[in-house]
């Protein structure tokens, strides 16, 4: 997972979002989005080119031990919860673990 931490300094409200309405990226002093890479349709405000600081990204690691994940058994005895718009599963005691519904 990377953090991503932003200059305390810059101005919000001068971003310049990407002209594509599927894309969540900002448009880069090189005139193209930072996130698909496209180059931005429209006229870019006067002195965008000398933007303040770019974001700076710490990229953190986790280790994952096998132990994180359910083996494969354990994963098809699942029994779901019986309410279709819940995600719970059912615990050791009868109830789901996210709403707490009885089986």
């Known amino acids: 997972m990377?953090?991503?931490i932003f200059n305390e300094g810059e101005d919000w409200d001068k971003r310049v979002l990407c002209s594509?309405?599927?894309?969540?990226?900002?448009i880069g002093t090189d005139g193209k989005?930072?996130?698909c890479g496209k180059t931005y349709e429209g006229v870019l405000p006067q002195g965008h080119d000398k933007e303040t600081?770019?974001?700076?990204?710490?990229?953190k690691t986790?280790?994952?031990?096998s132990e994180d994940f359910a083996s494969d058994n354990e994963w098809?005895?699942?029994?779901?919860c019986s309410d279709g718009s819940c995600i719970g599963v059912i615990g050791?005691?009868?109830k789901c673990k996210e709403c707490g519904k009885p089986l």
């Not at 594509?20 to 900002?26: A, L, N, Q, V, Y």
């Not at 098809?76 to 779901?80: C, Q």
């Open 2 to 4: 990377a953090e991503i």
């Open 20 to 26: 594509d309405g599927s894309c969540i990226g900002t």
């Open 33 to 35: 989005c930072r996130e």
């Open 53 to 59: 600081a770019e974001p700076v990204v710490i990229e």
């Open 62 to 65: 986790n280790p994952v031990s």
């Open 76 to 80: 098809d005895k699942r029994v779901l």
């Open 92 to 94: 050791p005691d009868g």
